[in-house]
């Protein structure tokens, strides 16, 4: 599904937009200003679409398979993730700008649609605060901003859920995981958060994150979240990847 966004932000928000195309980088004219895409990228980024696994998000092409490969017969700390972006062409590149190069403007222009898709599954569940996966602290100084809080921030914006980031930290500063597999993912994040406050007094919350992968890294942060009290544990990304 290919993404057709004119007039879906501009109602959504009364905001300064990104000067940029999140995909593309191009500077924007000014009508597509309110778009965050110019007219190109806006006929070629990919939404996961209607047709998603029911645990993790990830778009499926088959309509009648209720559950992807990696969530068949897996058990998921959380209980569904939702995902706005496949994971492909021109949004690799726009990740990697978010997460490295310091466009969190592009934030807000995810938040639009992430309400614009979801606003009647947030609602639906209740949610109480959003809560960013955590990056360790020493390498988010260096860095100056953790992409998934800045996620957050402009998510809480666009719902009015406040943000709770500083109920879970990360201990350790990890291994990329992006060359790991499955097994090694796991190791790698075994003990790599914890929370930082006993008394946590929300019951359901959405943790975000900018790319989800295998869903190790929310399972892990999801597990600490349930052990603080915390009964319910969504999910949602900016990312995720391809049709299976």
Same mark, same amino acid.
């Given at each position: 599904? /290919? ?13 300064? /937009? ?13 009508? #597509?200003?309110? *778009?965050? +895409? ?11 679409? %209607? ?7 990830? %778009? ?5 398979? #209720? ?30 700008? +978010? ?6 403007? /592009? ?26 996966? %955590? ?14 809080? =800045? $996620? ?22 990890? #291994?990329? *995981? ?14 790599? $958060? ?7 007094? $929300? ?8 790319? /989800? ?24 990304? =900016?990312?995720?990847?391809? =049709?299976?």
């Amino acid at each position: 599904m /290919y993404l057709h966004i004119k007039g879906i932000i501009a109602p959504l928000l009364g905001v300064l /937009y990104p000067k940029r195309c999140v995909a593309c980088d191009k500077v924007l004219l000014k009508i #597509e200003k309110e *778009m965050g +895409f110019c007219a190109s990228c806006s006929k070629k980024v990919k939404l996961v679409g %209607p047709v998603f696994c029911m645990k993790c998000g990830t %778009p499926l092409a088959d309509d009648r398979v #209720e559950y992807c490969k990696d969530c068949q017969g897996a058990t998921r700390a959380f209980i569904q993730n939702r995902a706005i972006y496949q994971y492909a062409g021109d949004m690799k590149d726009a990740m990697y700008r +978010f997460k490295y190069g310091n466009r969190r403007c /592009y934030a807000m222009t995810f938040a639009a649609h992430a309400l614009h898709y979801y606003r009647n599954w947030i609602n639906e569940k209740g949610i109480e605060a959003i809560v960013p996966v %955590p990056m360790y602290k020493p390498k988010e100084k260096r860095r100056g901003y953790n992409q998934a809080a =800045v $996620f957050a921030q402009a998510l809480s914006q666009v719902t009015g859920i406040p943000v709770a980031e500083e109920i879970v930290q990360r201990d350790k500063d990890t #291994e990329a *995981m992006k060359q790991l597999n499955a097994l090694k993912r796991k190791k790698n994040l075994l003990k790599a $958060f914890s929370l930082t406050k006993n008394d946590v007094q $929300f019951r359901k919350v959405l943790l975000v994150d900018d790319i /989800y992968t295998t869903g190790t890294t929310m399972d892990e942060v999801a597990k600490v979240l349930k052990q603080g009290g915390i009964d319910q544990v969504y999910g949602m990304c =900016v990312c995720i990847g391809e =049709v299976q």
